[in-house]
């Protein structure tokens, strides 16, 4: 059972445009909420994260939204640059345990 | 430069025999994570480590696999009698936890090739 959804595989913006990024859990028991970005034949890079007791949480581009109600979580980057193609995934985790769950991961594609 | 450092980068192996890969956290995080990523899936959680102790273990840890961090610095992850199955990357993490939570940093990974 897959308890963290990526449902869209790839997506392309334009650059200066938005990028939105979304995600789908299914435990309401999760209540911690991160972003890692990707690149090819590297580790995936922390990017931001966000509790359960906030809604938004923003750095720079970049910024998360949490709908706990929803169980929906996502990621905006804007203005979006070149350098922001990668493989985006989101994480969740629970108050206590130590590890984290992945989604499957979004492709970003900023086209010039 | 200071981040979590993995080796070997690759390695291909044939079915059947044993591998060992190695993971460097960075230096004052205590808490160091493996996890393995196919392709087209995000990474899978396998092992935890706090200090020197082995915290928790997923079930696609099957008993083939054997973690250690003999020192609570580096770990070692161990593949017996690999399996075609076993092909993916291998990739250890580490964090800190100070007060709140702690993200955790990857390192580059190790691709295994199982042939």
């Known amino acids: 059972d897959q308890q963290v959804k990526q449902n869209s595989p790839s997506l392309s913006v334009q650059e200066g445009r938005i990028s939105i990024l979304n995600c789908d859990y299914t435990n309401s028991m999760f209540d911690y909420f991160l972003w890692y970005k990707k690149y090819p034949a590297e580790g995936p890079t922390f990017l931001i994260s966000i509790s359960s007791i906030k809604d938004k949480n923003e750095d720079g581009r970049f910024t998360v939204f949490l709908n706990k109600s929803a169980k929906h979580l996502s990621l905006h980057i804007v203005p979006s640059q070149p350098g922001d193609s990668a493989v985006y995934f989101c994480a969740v985790s629970i108050q206590g345990a130590q590890k984290l769950v992945f989604g499957q991961g979004t492709r970003l594609t900023i086209n010039p | 430069d200071t981040g979590v450092s993995q080796d070997p980068r690759h390695k291909i192996t044939k079915r059947g025999q044993n591998v060992t890969f190695r993971c460097d956290p960075i230096?004052?995080?205590?808490?160091l994570y493996w996890y393995r990523q196919t392709l087209g899936q995000g990474p899978e959680f396998l092992t935890y480590f706090q200090n020197e102790a082995q915290l928790e273990k997923s079930r696609l840890l099957s008993d083939r696999f054997s973690a250690e961090r003999p020192k609570g610095s580096f770990s070692t992850l161990e593949i017996q009698r690999t399996e075609q199955g076993d092909s993916a990357m291998y990739l250890c993490?580490?964090?800190?936890?100070?007060?709140?939570?702690?993200?955790?940093?990857f390192g580059q990974g190790t691709r295994l090739t199982v042939v």
């Open positions: 993490a580490s964090s800190l936890r100070a007060g709140g939570r702690a993200e955790a940093f």
């Open positions: 230096s004052e995080h205590n808490r």
